[in-house]
């Protein structure tokens, strides 16, 4: 946030003035009372009730919940990141992360853009239920997901699948609503013309702007579409920005995509270094994920013993978070695709699968605590909560 921005914050001179007192006197100004905790709370709430003001119809399957506080103001964010909503569907309380797709200078609202999965719980009752005028749970703004300009290029190549656009989008708007003096290339694959979100106001965006250089790709195009096809190949994206010298890359979208695109960066000679990417959810179809077990069938029954009293029932292709909420037994949880840590819990017996790649924390690893939402039973499993 600018300096003059911060300096306008109302009680920012009371505290100044508090930080001033405490350095020369040595008084403790991190206590709960105080005007700096209340401030810290604004900028950090850890939960937030929306009202939806708006509902707006994106693609066939993609709305935007235009959220506003009726408490007071929003606290602010990094284009890119996510809050994570609370909710009960089917008497299930649960959660589900959504990336903030306006920018960080609107700040009257948060824009929220679902799609719709099949099958998906949360999605579809967001998509189906949800009306102007309806309250909705959020934490505050979450996530790594951002420019950062001391480790960041200032020439972004911004790689979009579906819709994984949302926290690129927030990007795009910000760079040109604050005029940021950064160029961006937006490459943003879907299979055909109707699954593009934000299409029409990335035109016009692109148009008027010359640091911001929009590129569509399809997979199956409408007849007469004269954009570019195909998939996001290493080929296109070279084509497209040229040399990588210089260029920091920021990847968004399903697991398919990761899968194609980031070997592709690796053929271009992009370091890993120079790329972000963003978990966009829980796996789909675990078990064709490397190192599944054959043997287990994904609807394999199991039972899930927690605290050594509660018996569940599970299967082996439900994350032990998602069968613990099932149950009504409701942990703390942010990201729900095994970054954050809040939703650990202590495997006593039983075989797990974890996806390769997953972050535990090596003292977590040792004492045998893992990430519920990215944790599968292979068999009856013991877990401490
Ligand atoms: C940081 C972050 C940002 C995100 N931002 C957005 C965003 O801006 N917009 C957006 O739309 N989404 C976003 N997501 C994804 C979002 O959090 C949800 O994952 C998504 O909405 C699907 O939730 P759901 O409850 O509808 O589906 P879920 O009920 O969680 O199911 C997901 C999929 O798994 C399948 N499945 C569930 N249970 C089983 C089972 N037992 N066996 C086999 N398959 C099963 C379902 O059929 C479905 O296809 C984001 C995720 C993250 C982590
Ligand atoms: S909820 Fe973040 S790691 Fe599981």
């Excluded at 709305?63 to 506080?69: A, E, G, P, S």
Aim: with cysteine.
């Amino acid at each position: 946030m600018k300096q003059e921005a911060i300096e306008q914050m109302e009680g920012y001179a009371d505290i100044v003035r508090e930080i001033d007192i405490a350095v020369k006197y040595g008084e403790d100004f991190s206590g709960e009372k105080g005007t700096v905790q209340q401030f810290i709370n604004r900028l950090h709430p850890k939960r937030l009730n929306m009202t939806v003001s708006e509902v707006i119809e994106e693609t066939p399957s993609t709305k935007t919940f235009r959220l506003v506080n009726p408490e007071g103001p929003l606290p602010p964010f990094q284009a890119g990141q996510y809050v994570s909503l609370s909710i009960e569907v089917d008497s299930i309380k649960t959660s589900r992360a959504y990336s903030i797709a306006s920018a960080p200078s609107e700040t009257g609202y948060f824009d929220l853009t679902v799609r719709r999965m099949e099958k998906g719980l949360v999605s579809n009752h967001l998509l189906d239920h949800v009306r102007a005028g309806d309250s909705l749970i959020i934490s505050g703004p979450q996530g790594t997901f951002h420019h950062n300009p001391i480790i960041h290029d200032d020439t972004l190549v911004l790689l979009g699948g579906g819709c994984g656009i949302t926290p690129l989008m927030s990007m795009v708007r910000d760079t040109i609503q604050s005029g940021l003096q950064r160029t961006l290339y937006l490459i943003y694959g879907n299979r055909s013309g109707d699954d593009m979100i934000y299409h029409k106001e990335l035109v016009q965006m692109a148009e008027k702007h010359a640091n911001f250089n929009y590129i569509p790709v399809l997979e199956q195009p409408d007849a007469g579409y004269q954009g570019k096809t195909g998939y996001i190949t290493g080929e296109l994206i070279k084509d497209i920005i040229g040399d990588i010298e210089g260029k920091s890359f920021f990847i968004c979208g399903p697991q398919a995509m990761y899968n194609f695109c980031l070997p592709e960066l690796k053929k271009l000679g992009v370091p890993k270094r120079k790329i972000r990417k963003e978990m966009f959810g829980t796996p789909i179809n675990i078990w064709e994920y490397p190192g599944w077990p054959e043997a287990v069938k994904p609807h394999q029954v199991c039972t899930i013993t927690v605290n050594g009293e509660n018996k569940l029932e599970a299967v082996a292709s439900e994350s032990i978070l998602v069968t613990l909420e099932k149950n009504g037994l409701v942990i703390p949880t942010i990201c729900r695709s095994g970054e954050c840590s809040l939703c650990r819990v202590k495997i006593m017996s039983g075989k797990v699968y974890q996806p390769q790649g997953t972050l535990v924390r090596k003292s977590d690893r040792h004492f045998g605590y893992v990430h519920s939402c990215v944790t599968y039973p292979l068999e009856d499993v013991d877990i401490l909560l």
